[in-house]
């Protein structure tokens, strides 16, 4: 793929695909969801099977209110149920020939095992590049500047962005071990953009300022975006950030479509609408996922609805994707969505990530989510890195219950500890919990390294 | 700034970590010298290769990578370190694979605490770092070698076979039993006797037979 870059003193990497009317954008997301939809419905054999049973053709669809009412969902087990049953590795969604796949990448696995992800470099999607060109290029990025990438390989050639935006990828692995040459490097070749370090990096590099003497303020100074990804920075990671004066950027998955980025309004993290219908569900609704539903839905979601919603469940589906597009795609994560004009200027819609479906525990009546207990487990000193699991063997419970890590605390005084965890969390959700303390280490080892599993069945 | 593909690393004899800036050029030619070692080993259009290494040693593995996408190798990636396992186990469980390149002793061992490590065994060309290939050969599996030798990639292309740098970019020497590394063609960051992490023997000044003498992973806290 050939990128042609805008003028340097542009704010926008592509003003009339960013900045574009609702309606027009709206426009456009049909013409594409037509085309998707006609794709992936000739190919693709999950979807079909679940259009055919419920007794939708592509042709029979005229506007996305149609697709939102008519067409039913899929999750990850609607495609790990089909990867089981079939023996297929793709879940029923590839639409291509696997023989001519360039690669095979893979999610994190953090919710469960890998899923794999068939790719085709250079010509997966149809449009013009949007994901990582917009946002780092909305983040100041450069030809000529340095971008270091704190990453995995997982993921495949994660630098390519980098050269193709003219600037020059300098590579770490994500490991609390780099965290000292990252400093050190940083220093010598003052990069523009830091992606991606997240809370828990945020909160190592304090350790290692500690023991080496350096000054992440000074040796971070070049960076004028650092994305933190993962999960949501906790109070003590944005303390961090602002002591050293580094500008953190949010960064998220949108339903393994695709990902989102803070722009420099820092009002939520843009979802590029010309690449991905989104939607939000009301997750207690009686929605219709493949294929343990009876009844089709007979209200939209809220696409095309109120421009604002809260706690709903993100749907997605790709606009662009060729080699194996999803369509309504039920991500199990709960956000906000906004979709007013940014003061940035972009018209695309923005999302809060507030937790995951699955991480939602009732207890005696009342709604529990880790975002609701981050901060007072972060403000215990001992705890202060924040890492912390909620127990949930199942969505209502009795009592709320936290594995706690904790550090530089000996075993006498473990019980006091334990009380005074209790007291800052039942302070900020209005329940007394029964906390478990496990080291930090324990916890971290419970991995990928930049997000351990929040919530557990035991 | 045109002419710089990236800034890697490379970790030198002491455990310092290196930044490694390289060329567009350099790389090219890393490229050809890649493409000639899929050849040797039979790797091509229709093949599918897992690629096993960091971010950070990029700059020695991308060559091999481009080399095995323009030839048309299906690719898939995981991460050198044990945490890496799982992924490890459903890409070879799932998908099945021609190759392997980069198995590093930490992955091995957590692939049979995942009781997965058959998964590997099964994949008919295994090509691993000095501790793995210690590792497998102990498990009865004789594989090719792999070595970064400081900035240097080195491949072997038979089993048990040493592995090899580019005669034409790399000179392979011995002080004691460190092996160093000077590049001979023109580079960005040109290094010159480089002692090594690498101990073993060097045959005809571009191979060499490594030691595992420790971890493959380095995990360096130090810059230069």
Redesign the interface.
């Known amino acids: 793929m050939t990128v042609t870059l805008p003028p340097v003193g542009q704010r926008y990497f592509d003003p009339v695909r960013e900045t574009m009317p609702r309606d027009e954008l709206a426009a456009l997301q049909w013409d594409l969801l037509a085309e998707t939809i006609a794709f992936a419905y000739e190919r693709a054999p999950l979807v079909r099977r679940i259009w055919d049973d419920a007794g939708v053709r592509p042709g029979d669809l005229h506007d996305i209110a149609d697709f939102t009412a008519r067409v039913p969902c899929c999750d990850k087990d609607t495609l790990r149920r089909w990867r089981t049953e079939r023996g297929d590795p793709f879940g029923g969604l590839l639409a291509t020939d696997p023989a001519g796949l360039t690669a095979v990448t893979s999610t994190s696995g953090t919710t469960g095992e890998p899923t794999l992800v068939p790719e085709l470099w250079g010509r997966g999607s149809v449009g013009p590049p949007a994901i990582m060109y917009r946002d780092f290029w909305e983040m100041g990025v450069r030809p000529g500047d340095h971008v270091s990438l704190f990453l995995f390989t997982f993921r495949g050639p994660v630098f390519a962005f980098v050269q193709q935006l003219g600037a020059v990828p300098v590579l770490f692995d994500h490991d609390v071990a780099e965290i000292e040459r990252l400093l050190r490097t940083s220093a010598e070749l003052r990069p523009t953009a830091l992606y991606n370090f997240g809370g828990p990096m945020l909160r190592a590099t304090a350790e290692v300022a500690a023991t080496t003497g350096l000054d992440p303020a000074e040796m971070l100074g070049s960076y004028r975006a650092v994305v933190a990804a993962g999960e949501p920075l906790g109070r003590r990671a944005r303390a961090l950030a602002a002591d050293w004066g580094l500008p953190i950027f949010e960064h998220s998955s949108v339903g393994d479509v695709t990902g989102c980025f803070e722009c420099r309004e820092h009002a939520g993290m843009h979802v590029w609408e010309d690449t991905v219908l989104l939607e939000g569900l009301d997750p207690d609704g009686a929605w219709t996922t493949y294929p343990t539903g009876a009844t089709l839905p007979v209200e939209c979601g809220d696409t095309t609805g109120a421009p604002v919603a809260r706690r709903v469940e993100l749907v997605a589906t790709s606009l662009t994707n060729r080699v194996a597009p999803l369509v309504r795609f039920r991500s199990g994560d709960l956000v906000d969505i906004d979709r007013t004009r940014c003061a940035c200027g972009r018209t695309h819609a923005r999302i809060r990530t507030v937790g995951r479906r699955s991480d939602e525990v009732i207890v005696a009546g009342r709604s529990v989510l880790p975002v609701d207990v981050w901060e007072a487990v972060e403000s215990v000193p001992a705890c202060r890195l924040g890492l912390f699991q909620i127990v949930r063997p199942a969505r209502h419970a009795e009592v709320l219950r936290l594995r706690v890590g904790y550090r530089d605390t000996p075993p006498a005084r473990l019980g006091a500890l334990r009380d005074e965890v209790a007291a800052a969390v039942a302070e900020a959700v209005g329940l007394e919990p029964v906390v478990e303390l496990v080291s930090d280490l324990d916890l971290l080892r419970l991995g990928p390294p930049h997000k351990i599993p929040r919530v557990t069945s035991r | 700034?045109a002419g710089?593909?990236?800034?890697?690393?490379y970790v030198d004899g002491q455990g310092r970590?290196h930044?490694w800036?390289v060329g567009t050029e350099e790389l090219e030619r890393d490229r050809l010298v890649a493409d000639r070692w899929l050849e040797a080993v039979g790797l091509g259009r229709?093949d599918?290769c897992c690629?096993v290494?960091?971010?950070?040693e990029?700059?020695q593995t991308?060559p091999l990578?481009l080399a095995a996408?323009l030839r048309g190798v299906?690719?898939?990636?995981?991460?050198a370190t044990a945490?890496?396992a799982?992924?490890l186990q459903?890409?070879l469980g799932?998908?099945a694979h021609d190759a392997v390149v980069g198995v590093t002793d930490e992955l091995v061992g957590a692939l049979g605490t995942l009781g997965a490590l058959d998964h590997l065994l099964a994949v008919p060309l295994v090509v691993a770092r000095p501790a793995a290939f210690a590792g497998l050969g102990a498990a009865g599996r004789v594989v090719h070698r792999m070595a970064l030798v400081g900035p240097a990639l080195a491949l072997g292309d038979e089993p048990g076979g040493a592995a090899a740098c580019d005669a034409g970019e790399w000179a392979l020497d011995t002080e004691g039993e460190q092996v160093t590394v000077t590049s001979v063609a023109p580079r960005r960051h040109p290094v010159r006797h480089l002692a090594t992490a690498i101990r073993g023997r060097v045959v005809d000044g571009h191979r060499v037979v490594p030691e595992p003498t420790g971890p493959d992973l380095a995990?360096?806290?130090?810059?230069r």
């Open positions: 700034m710089i593909w990236g800034v890697g690393r970590s930044a800036p229709g599918r690629v290494s960091m971010l950070s990029a700059a991308w990578v996408l299906q690719l898939s990636f995981a991460d945490a890496e799982p992924r459903v890409l799932t998908l995990r360096p806290g130090v810059v």
